[in-house]
């Protein structure tokens, strides 16, 4: 979560390291800092609590020369968000500077040893803790730098993602990774490192990705050597084409990205799913499943694992497989799953769902997962993350970057990605038939039409924020397919404006939160024209009852709902499979719009961060 860059080449850094921790500050915002390395050895470093700018106001006075730097932008893990806690940390001679992604499980051990030893720190970091072990290594070994930080990692356990400079030595940087992603981008004569790939787009689309428990060597005069960690031997890679463009990290006119990311819908929405129906809309073809026919034939259960707002599409995913294949279907926070014990064999298949693609509850829980012979299935955006990479097979969700904290394309991405899944599977085990592959299939490519159109209410919702932007307490309510729609709806107003919300199956609510229901407790309603219409109804008038506001989502054209509801809000009508992707809609907005009428910053809220690597 948080952000890593580093530049070696013949341009100052300074600059490049800035730019590039603007783009990664969607990962982690409360600190940053850079240190740099001037072509006389000397070693420059700036911290500063907060955002980026910051950071530039205080490095101001100083000398921002030097053609090699690293940088940082922090989410707090060890101690709180000040300037010293920020990194880059430096060793205690000073000489070594690092800047880290991940946590240190064991250092608290290390800082005992350290202690013992006459070290002193001025951070509570588990960082600080690492790379004075470094100096540490280099002082007991009579090693070099590298044998330093490779002896260094053998002793240390937990995630790491690091770059290392070290001042007198203008010409060299490490890198190295465990559990936490680490990209080198291969310019013309420069080196850009990052925690991902977007500080370098635009300055080169050849990248390397490091693998777990390997460390790089990026000299200025030789090319880059990356070798193991345990054996010190030396490592194949493969330099990749990166394929994000410069443009779809910008807001392209927006004010937000979230704003920018929830109007990109219809688009990402046909990204999502071209080249996945036969042009006559008779079959999906996803080449995960079709590659893999006979794990999924022999497969007894599917359990989708998950965090977040991904967990909220792995409700709606039980729901589709449940319908589609017809084979039971477990969901789990990735979180409880991993400590829960899991019984698993070879005929499971475990579909864990992540935008980032490096959630570190996901991860863990795909690991055990495979450790216990299931076959695991990715449902992922961003290409060549770690969960793609250590899955057996899956399915890019494909809708670009999500910049803005709070997910929103990535959810419709990943409902659409599990519908085709659901149908997929449902094909090769025969057990749907083919009208209904015909008329899912026919809604999915309509969907970026359904979804334009669904986005004309955004001014209707903007007027309706008004009314609530100061309420305190939200109900969310769906029944069926809709009840993970309610439960998202409520996680992004809680997201972004900061106020309580809770996300409920509307028939339960009789069995408790209605005791919470008065005039200051408007309930949001999911109530599209489907199965569960009838009961949804009556649902509603209970809150109206007891003098609730309501605010409901209806199928275009239901003009019943007017007599009950206080405020209305229609959507396109498409198969009840799909009501949660357009229903999404309104209820982004809605929370959009109220933490704007609040002043909130939408696309970095407090305390949150876009990609949460710790446990
Ligand atoms: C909510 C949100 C989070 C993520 C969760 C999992 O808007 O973004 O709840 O969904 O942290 O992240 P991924 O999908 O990257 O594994």
Redesign the pocket.
Known sequence: MCGIVGYMGSERSYEILIQGLKRLEYRGYDSAGVALVRADGSLEVHKARGKVSNLEQVAKGGDTSGCLGIAHTRWATHGEPTDTNAHPHLSQSGKIALVHNGTIENYSVLKQLLTDNGYQFKSETDTEVLVQFIEYMRETHGCDLFEAIREALLRVEGAYAIAVVEQGNPNTMYVARKSSPLVIGVGDGETFVASDATPIVGFTDKVIYLKDNEIGIINRNSPIEIREIDSNEPSSFDVHKLKMSLEQLEKGGYDTFMLKEIFEQPATLRDCVRGRIADDGSRVVLSGIDMNRERFLNAERITLV??????HAALIGKRLIQDFCRMPVEVEY?SEFRYGNPVLNEKDIVIS???????AD?LAAIELAREKGAFVYGIC??VGAS?PRNTDSGTYIHVGPEIG????K??TG?VTVLTLVALAIGQLRGVINADRVREVARALKEMPETISETLKIAPEVEALSRIFTYAHNFLYLGRGYNYPTALEGA??LK?ISYIHAEGYPAAEMKHGPIALIDREMPSVIIAPSDSLYDKIISNVQQVKSREGAVVAIVSKGNTAMNDIADYCIEIPEVPECLTPIVASIPLQLLAYYIAVNKGKDVDRPRN?A???TVE
């Open positions: 998950a965090c977040g707002t991904s967990w990735a769902i992540s935008q980032s693609g490096e959630t996901t955006n961003v969960i904290v709070a997910s929103t990535a959810f990943q996680l992004k997201e949150l876009k990609s949460v």
